[in-house]
């Protein structure tokens, strides 16, 4: 059974910067076939950015530029590095994986202005 423990959540000022990691356990795996979601109170979950088998990265609009996916195999584990945060960036964010459709438990990031 694949397991995905996110960390590196928290609350960061307008500006800054918080990284994200997600180690996935329980299978061998290759982390070439995961993304990041997030979801803010009220709205629907959206796709933030994802990590191709190929290497090749994709972003929603809202982020490019300011974050960057990145994964690591020999550690079993993908980040979300998040650069120049707004607030409209607060959400809970989540790691998934799309060979089992298994999900992270949500690391909350708060954004203040």
């Known amino acids: 059974q694949v397991q995905l423990v996110e960390s590196g959540g928290g609350l960061v000022q307008a500006g800054g910067s918080l990284r994200l990691s997600c180690v996935v356990s329980g299978s061998a795996f290759n982390i070439n076939f995961m993304d990041w979601y997030r979801q803010a109170p009220g709205k629907e979950r959206e796709l933030v950015a994802l990590?191709?088998?190929?290497?090749?990265?994709n972003y929603a609009d809202s982020v490019k530029g300011r974050f960057t996916i990145s994964g690591d195999n020999a550690k079993n584990t993908v980040y979300l590095q998040m650069n120049s945060l707004k607030p409209e960036d607060t959400a809970v964010y989540y790691c998934h994986e799309r060979v089992y459709g298994n999900w992270g438990q949500g690391s909350q990031v708060i954004v203040s202005s």
């Open positions: 990590l191709h088998y190929t290497g090749d990265t």
